[in-house]
């Protein structure tokens, strides 16, 4: 969608840029006259101004929806999990995992109403009366296993068909994508092919709605421990009794950590925050790419606006003999890469604003993007400071060298 964007604004950065300049025209009254003349200027030289704005429109949203769209989808996350999350402890380890031991003895604490170790298994599900070739597999299914009687007292799912109520050791419940994709429904058999080589049927106990970002499939325990990889546990849900102080269950909790080497205990919100995974920072891959564009871009635009500025050294010798003083021509010169400045940022947050506000409303219902404030702090400060810092120095340069020609000035118009 904002490569989509980008080249409409390419493509038409013409006309857009001289319907921006227009609006700035109401401002005049607001600047010195070296402003003026620089407005007058960016509607005499459309062109420039859009050579100019391009790159920088390229560049300032690109990076700001890169690096703002895993915020949101971690946002997302958080969200989701929280909805989700019924239990008031989650626990979880600085190591590989946490010991299935752990689970058995929370459950066993007083004031705990469930407790259950949450494992991320991997598999190919599809119905169990699918051929080999038919292409109705989910290949790569992402699968949890967690202890059957305890997911109902753990986890609000969003059941939309069936209940969590019903789910055994011969039976599974499937996100509603899984389902559709599969052609499946409550009561319907489906197989799981185990990376190992294994293979069990279940049958559909629940269809749930609150897939995102969690499972395609919850399965028991039991079965997918024996097909798992490793025995860890990625996490231990738990939920204190009705009545029962949670602070007081946690207090438990921690005293069991201390036999367990890495273990730690948070509390449901910090839990959700944390399955969101590292959402506050891009990838590295993606970081080099978007290093790669700006440091390009950075290129393009002290390029064209050194060749522009250079190529104006008639406009700025008459402008010195028509009285104008060097400061006064540089001032003006100033003023227009602040202003080309404003119009390629004003774009570029339209094309953000479009993408990013979109994507924030679908995945957390909020029309009010998080954005990487920071980065886009830096990334607006370097597009002034390398604008202006441009004309700056090739104007001051082309000035000195027309000015110290015998008849400099003069000969520069004629």
């Known amino acids: 969608m904002v490569l989509v964007l980008i080249a409409g604004v390419a493509l038409l950065a013409p006309p857009v840029c001289r319907a921006a300049v227009l609006l700035l025209a109401p401002l005049r009254g ?22 100019t704005v391009t790159p920088l429109v390229l560049a300032v949203s690109l990076t700001g929806t890169l690096l703002s769209v895993p915020l949101i989808t971690a946002e997302g996350a958080r969200q989701s999990e929280r909805q989700r999350l019924l239990a008031d402890h989650v626990v979880t380890s600085a190591g590989p995992g946490v010991a299935p031991r752990y689970a058995e003895r929370a459950a066993r604490l007083p004031g705990v109403a469930a407790a259950s170790g949450q494992l991320g298994v991997d598999g190919e599900l599809r119905r169990a009366d699918a051929a080999e070739g038919d292409a109705a597999a989910v290949v790569g299914a992402g699968l949890v296993a967690l202890r059957a009687d305890a997911v109902p007292h753990l986890l609000d799912l969003g059941v939309r068909a069936g209940s969590l109520d019903r789910l055994g050791a011969a039976s599974v419940a499937l996100g509603a994508d899984t389902a559709r994709e599969l052609g499946a429904a409550v009561g319907d058999r489906v ?40 025995p860890l546990q990625d996490s231990v849900l738990v939920r204190a009794a009705p009545g029962a102080d949670p602070a007081a269950v946690g207090r438990e909790l921690t005293a069991l950590a201390a036999e367990f080497p890495g273990t730690r205990v948070a509390g449901a919100d910090e839990g959700a925050r944390g399955a969101s995974g590292g959402g506050d920072a891009a990838g590295l891959f993606v970081l080099l790419l978007l290093l790669m564009i700006n440091a390009f871009t950075a290129i393009a635009v002290v390029n064209t606006l050194g060749t522009a500025t250079a190529g104006r050294r008639r406009e700025f010798a008459l402008l010195r003999l028509a009285g104008a003083q060097s400061s006064q021509v540089l001032r003006m010169l100033v003023w227009e890469a602040v202003l080309t400045c404003v119009i390629a940022l004003s774009l570029a947050a339209v094309v953000c604003a479009a993408v990013l506000t979109t994507l924030s409303t679908a995945l957390t219902g909020s029309a009010v993007p998080a954005l990487a404030a920071g980065s886009l702090t830096v990334l607006v400060v370097a597009a002034f400071l390398v604008t202006v810092a441009t004309v700056t120095l090739v104007g001051r340069t082309v000035m000195r060298r027309t000015a110290a020609a015998p008849g400099g000035w003069a000969e520069a118009v004629s």
């Open 30 to 51: 607001l600047l010195p006259r070296e402003g003026v003349l620089a407005v007058r200027n960016l509607r005499g030289q459309n062109a420039r101004l859009a050579s």
């Open 191 to 230: 197989r799981v092919d185990w990376d190992d080589g294994g293979r069990d049927t279940f049958r559909v106990a629940a269809v749930y709605s609150r897939d995102e970002g969690f499972a395609d499939a919850v399965l028991p325990s039991a079965t997918a421990a024996r097909h798992a990889a490793d």
